[in-house]
């Protein structure tokens, strides 16, 4: 009796541990292949053409102004990012050399507001001053903002580099001075 319940324990045992080294090979499988499975994000691609992004899915954005990791780009018919103005459904977007919109932001949704024209930037001047803008067409308000005309911000330019202040030496501050405010 003893010699047969050692066998059936010899038997029991290899049974058990082949399950053990199945359990262990599945476990090794699947971490396997969970290990080696690529994570696949968005990427930035250039060819001799321009830049495009691929999306994580593998598609490329078309046809939209697209935001990634912070700024926002507009990617033409082809799926090439673009820079310079361009007129699209909501107004005139601005894109700088790096492709980044230079439009304001909407307050409201998050995402970059359509100029009136070409040129055009988000202007803040004081309400004082506002009307007469208004009234000469040099400001407008278009897409809940008002816009600034590019002829006006250039003028606003010119008329900071001209008006250069110069100042006289004077010796009204050298030790024992009077200065008398009433002249």
Same mark, same amino acid.
């Given at each position: 009796m003893c010699y047969t319940y050692n066998i059936l324990r010899i038997v029991y045992f290899r049974?058990? %541990?082949?399950? !053990? !080294?199945l359990?262990?090979? &599945?476990?090794?499988? &699947?971490?396997?292949?969970?290990?080696?499975?690529?994570?696949?994000?968005?990427?930035? !691609?250039?060819? %001799?053409?321009?830049?495009? =992004?691929?999306?994580?899915d593998g598609s490329y954005a078309v046809n939209l102004i697209k935001q990634i990791e912070g700024p926002w780009y507009y990617f033409d018919s082809t799926g090439y990012m673009k820079t310079g103005s361009y007129h699209l459904t909501d107004g005139w977007y601005s894109f700088r050399e790096d492709g980044s919109c230079s439009n304001p932001i909407s307050?409201? %949704?998050?995402? $970059?507001?359509?100029? $009136?024209?070409?040129?055009? &930037? !988000? =202007?803040?001047?004081?309400?004082?001053?506002?009307?007469?803008?208004i009234s000469d067409g040099r400001v407008v308000y278009y897409n809940n903002m008002y816009w600034a005309s590019s002829d006006y911000v250039n003028n606003l330019k010119d008329l900071a580099e001209r008006d250069i202040v110069t100042r006289e030496t004077t010796?009204?501050?050298? $030790?024992?001075?009077i200065i008398d405010f009433n002249n």
């Open positions: 049974k058990e %541990n082949k399950m !053990k !080294k359990r262990l090979f &599945v476990a090794i499988m &699947v971490a396997t292949a969970t290990m080696s499975i690529t994570a696949f994000a968005g990427q930035w !691609k250039q060819d %001799n053409v321009g830049w495009w =992004y691929q999306n994580d307050e409201t %949704n998050g995402t $970059p507001v359509g100029a $009136p024209g070409e040129g055009w &930037v !988000k =202007y803040s001047g004081n309400i004082s001053n506002t009307m007469q803008e010796n009204a501050l050298t $030790p024992g001075a």
